[in-house]
């Protein structure tokens, strides 16, 4: 197959959660500018019609609801808003997350007492999940109905590297959301094969956003990254672009279940 024929999303509908910045907002780039019909969903009203002005500008179809992926009605609303919209729904981002805070150690390689697991908080704990976890189950049991009615369908998760590694400089709450959205991904895409609808995941290392505060915008806080990845530098939200064209498009189309690992070598260890 051509190219162009291998990763055409010409006229596909997606919705993306936490689409109105970062990974989400690049995600929803890609797709637009590659002919995709896009609907952002997000719970920043202003952040959320500066995305949609945003894309508009570079020509896009583009359409923002304003939603928390924590409340189950204001998520349903904005899915059946799409629905309504485009008689289908062919992609599914399931991107929205937070930070859980900063792991045990400080980048300078000292223990962070409130790290450590004795003094984390329940409530941030229960935040987190909410946010990170609950949410993809939210999300799947709102728009599988519709998959499955139309015979087709892609979600595709915004994981982690987290999700199957330890952390010492991030949150082990952040992990541990990860890790059960890593084991969600491979046993709801055992579910739904099926019935078409393949359910993948990519996995980023440290990216540079708003997320913990936007911290990783300061030179600073990524030096640790960067000095754990044998590239020497960790992702910017461009950087995952590429998967998630992968992710939505026939070049996928046997791959289910799975997670595409984007850290600049970070799991591999410290090479120098």
Do not use: C
């Amino acid at each position: 197959m051509k190219t162009h024929e291998l990763f055409d999303i010409q006229d596909q509908v997606v919705a993306i959660t936490g689409a109105a910045s970062g990974i989400g907002l690049a995600y929803a780039e890609v797709m637009a500018v590659n002919g995709a019909k896009v609907n952002l969903i997000d719970v920043d009203e202003k952040a959320l019609l500066e995305a949609v002005l945003w894309l508009q500008e570079k020509g896009a179809n583009v359409h923002g609801e304003l939603a928390d992926v924590t409340e189950s009605s204001t998520l349903q609303k904005a899915f059946n808003s799409i629905m309504e919209r485009h008689g289908k729904l062919d992609i599914v981002f399931a991107n929205a997350g937070i930070s859980g805070g900063p792991g045990f150690l400080k980048g300078n390689g000292e223990r962070n007492p409130a790290g450590e697991v004795e003094n984390l908080s329940l409530d941030v704990w229960e935040k987190v999940f909410a946010t990170n976890v609950t949410s993809i189950l939210r999300t799947l049991q709102i728009v599988a109905p519709h998959m499955k009615r139309q015979g087709h369908g892609r979600v595709i998760v915004t994981s982690s590297i987290s999700a199957s590694m330890p952390e010492s400089l991030v949150s082990s709450i952040y992990a541990i959301s990860k890790g059960t959205v890593g084991h969600m991904v491979r046993q709801y895409a055992f579910e739904l094969a099926k019935y078409n609808i393949l359910v993948n995941a990519i996995a980023p290392g440290p990216v540079v956003t708003n997320i913990g505060g936007g911290r990783l915008k300061f030179e600073e806080s990524r030096k640790p990254f960067e000095e754990s990845a044998p590239l020497g530098k960790i992702a910017r939200t461009s950087d995952l672009q590429g998967a998630a064209l992968f992710l939505a498009s026939a070049a996928s189309s046997m791959v289910t279940g799975t997670q595409i690992v984007i850290d600049g070598g970070r799991t591999l260890g410290k090479a120098n």
